[in-house]
C-alpha cells in the first residue's frame, strides 16, 4: 500500500510539472508575439503578384475616375461661359415687309434699344456681316437683296437683371415694324439641362468606378486573408485581437492604394497638360472645339480634384480592406 501511495504521488507530481512547464511556454511564447507585434509585421507579403495586380487596377480606377472629373468640370465651365453670355446679349430681329424700308426700320430698332436702361450697346449687323454668318450653310456669292434675310441688331447688356425685357419688347413692336426680340432664355434653358445631364453622368460613372474599386479590393483582401490563414490561426491562438489583424491589413491596403491613386491621378493630369497643349490652331477641328469649350483647358478644379479623388481612393482601400478583415475573421470564428 504504502508503495502504491508514493507511485501516485509521484504521478501526481510529474502531471503537476508538466501542466506547469506547458504553462511557462504557453506564456513565454505569447510574450515573444506580443514582441512581435510591436514591430512591423510581416503578416501581409510584400511585392506579389496579387498586389501589383491590385495596385494596377487601382491606378486605372483612378485615371478614368479623374479623366470623368476633368470632362465634367470642361462641360460645366464652358456651359457656365455660354449661359454669361447669352444672358449679357439678346437680339432683336427685323423682317423684311414689302414696302418698308428694313435698314432704316433696323437702325431705329438699334435707336429704341440704346435707350433703354442697362443696354450697353446696340449695333446692326452689317449686309457684309450677315453674308459672312450664312456663308457656312448657302455658300460663297450670296446677294441677299434676293432673300427675304432679316437684319440683325446685337444688343449688349451692362446689366441683365435692371433691363425690362417686356417693356423693350413692346416698345419694339410699337414703333419698329417687323421687329421681334429674341433673349436666348430657350438655349439658357437647353445649356442647363445638358449641364445637369453631364454632371448625373459622371457622377454615375464615379459611382460605378467606386463600386469596381472596393470590390477589387474586397475581393484581394479575402484572398491575401485565404493565403494567410494558418498564420492568422497562430496569431488567434497565441491572443492576438481582431484589431491587430485588421490593422495591419489596412496599413499594407492603404500604401497599395496610395501607390496606385496617385499613378493614376499623375496620368491623368499629365493628360490634361497635353490636351490643352496639344489642340491647338493646328489641329483639325480645333476652332469648332474652342467654340465649344473655349480654351479647351481643364482649370485647377479639376487638378484639385484629381488629386481629392487619388486621396479618397486611397482612404476608400484601406477602409475596405479593414472591414473585409473584420468581416472574414467573424466568418472564421
Not at 474586397?218 to 493565403?227: H, I, L, N, P
Request: aromatic letters at 6%; a neutral charge; charged letters at 20%.
Amino acid at each position: 500500500m504504502h508503495g502504491v501511495s508514493s507511485s501516485r504521488k509521484d504521478g501526481s507530481l510529474s502531471t503537476t510539472e508538466a501542466d506547469r512547464s506547458h504553462k511557462l511556454q504557453l506564456a513565454a511564447y505569447r510574450r515573444q508575439s506580443r514582441l512581435a507585434m510591436r514591430k512591423p509585421s510581416q503578416l501581409v507579403p510584400e511585392n506579389t503578384v496579387s498586389g501589383n495586380a491590385l495596385m494596377i487596377v487601382v491606378a486605372i480606377m483612378c485615371f478614368l475616375a479623374c479623366l470623368t472629373l476633368g470632362a465634367v468640370t470642361l462641360v460645366r465651365d464652358a456651359s457656365a461661359d455660354w449661359q454669361t453670355d447669352l444672358l449679357r446679349e439678346i437680339t432683336i430681329q427685323v423682317r423684311p415687309i414689302d414696302g418698308v424700308d428694313t435698314a432704316a426700320e433696323a437702325a431705329k430698332a438699334a435707336t429704341v434699344a440704346r435707350l433703354f436702361r442697362g443696354v450697353a450697346s446696340a449695333e446692326v449687323i452689317s449686309e457684309e456681316e450677315s453674308t459672312a454668318l450664312l456663308e457656312p450653310w448657302l455658300g460663297k456669292g450670296l446677294d441677299l437683296g434676293e432673300l427675304p434675310i432679316p437684319r440683325l441688331i446685337v444688343v449688349r447688356l451692362s446689366d441683365p437683371a435692371i433691363v425690362d425685357l417686356g417693356a423693350l419688347e413692346a416698345r419694339l413692336a410699337a414703333q419698329v415694324r417687323g421687329a421681334t426680340l429674341d433673349d436666348h432664355r430657350g438655349w439658357t434653358a437647353r445649356l442647363q439641362t445638358m449641364a445637369r445631364v453631364t454632371v448625373f453622368i459622371g457622377v454615375a460613372i464615379l459611382s460605378l468606378v467606386f463600386v469596381a474599386t472596393i470590390l477589387s479590393v474586397v475581393f484581394a483582401t479575402r484572398g491575401a486573408m485565404d493565403g494567410n490563414r494558418d498564420v492568422v490561426s497562430v496569431l488567434h491562438l497565441v491572443g492576438a485581437e481582431d484589431g491587430f489583424i485588421a490593422r495591419e491589413y489596412q496599413r499594407h491596403f492603404l500604401l497599395l492604394g496610395l501607390k496606385g491613386s496617385l499613378i493614376g491621378a499623375a496620368a491623368a493630369a499629365f493628360l490634361f497638360a497635353l490636351s490643352s497643349l496639344v489642340i491647338g490652331p493646328s489641329v483639325a477641328g480645333a476652332e469648332q472645339a474652342s467654340a465649344l469649350f473655349g480654351s479647351f483647358a481643364v482649370g485647377p478644379v479639376g487638378y484639385l480634384g484629381a488629386l481629392a479623388i487619388a486621396f479618397m481612393i486611397a482612404v476608400m482601400t484601406a477602409v475596405t480592406s479593414r472591414l473585409t478583415v473584420y468581416r472574414y475573421l467573424a466568418d472564421t470564428e
